[in-house]
């Protein structure tokens, strides 16, 4: 089985491009933390480079950005290519399955994911709801 999950950072806006075929694909870079810190009481970060394709890719496009925290799952893949000095490098990359954007959006940039204020629901929105004293849930 290959599966990989990682949370991290982007470290830079996704790129978006479409194959020949117009099949979307989104590329970016999280960086990682590792969980224990160095000797000098610094912590090591790894950088991984995630491609979403499809839908995921164009979501990925459409609401991600540089900073924002993200949960990957996905596939481990090797690739191989030319440098520019011509000599053969490999890479690692993860093809992700799954994207989850941890990262709340700001109010202000008009793509909001943030819960709306109280005074702004609707009695209409609340019907059917009542309210409930959390010392009287039995959990």
Request: net charge negative.
């Amino acid at each position: 089985m290959n599966k990989i999950i990682l949370t991290g950072n982007l470290t830079h806006d996704p790129e978006s491009r479409s194959t020949p075929n117009g099949v979307t694909v989104c590329t970016f870079t999280i960086a990682v933390n590792r969980r224990f810190v160095q000797q000098g009481g610094e912590r090591q970060t790894d950088f991984f480079r995630i491609n979403a394709w499809r839908q995921l890719g164009e979501t990925c496009a459409r609401y991600l950005a540089k900073g924002r925290k993200v949960a990957v799952i996905g596939e481990l893949q090797a690739r191989q290519y030319e440098a520019k000095d011509g000599t053969t490098r490999m890479s690692l990359d993860v093809s992700a399955d799954e994207v989850e954007f941890l990262s709340p959006r700001q109010q202000d940039d008009g793509m909001g994911y943030t819960s709306s204020p109280r005074s702004q629901i609707s009695s209409q929105d609340l019907a059917g709801f009542t309210d409930t004293n959390p010392d009287d849930i039995p959990f």
